[in-house]
């Protein structure tokens, strides 16, 4: 719980669109994904085949054609309305990396590999290197 009474979760999407950066098409692929977001057509097709709608206007389109668990699931999720923190930034590029040399470090350390001191050396080398891609 948080300083000011509120829970520290937050609705997370259940999936993301994405367009590579190395699109040919960046705009036709930015529009794409509005559209699969924000069109109340494609709302209408996609229901919550991708998680409850975060769209407002979508979701309150949906919402009453819900059956079974996405019913379950949003009925669960309205009870915590207003009352969730805003979601954090978009973690950098090479966050998952970096979670898989904190593990693999963690493992080295935890079978004495590794002294605590190399391991986070080791880290912070690795993360100025991905970071800065």
Do not use: C, W
């Amino acid at each position: 719980m948080g300083e000011d009474g509120t829970p520290g979760q937050y609705f997370k999407p259940s999936m993301f669109f994405g367009a590579s950066a190395k699109t040919a098409h960046p705009k036709q692929a930015a529009q794409f994904i509005d559209f699969l977001l924000n069109d109340k057509k494609a709302g209408a097709i996609l229901g919550a085949t991708r998680g409850i709608p975060a769209n407002d206007a979508i979701r309150q389109d949906v919402l009453p054609k819900l059956e079974g668990f996405d019913q379950v699931v949003s009925t669960y999720q309205k009870q915590f309305e207003g009352k969730l923190k805003d979601p954090p930034p978009a973690p950098p590029k090479g966050d998952a990396s970096l979670q898989s040399t904190f593990s693999r470090d963690y493992d080295q350390v935890s079978y004495e590999r590794l002294s605590p001191r190399q391991a986070a050396e080791n880290y912070i080398t690795e993360a100025k290197a991905e970071l800065r891609q």
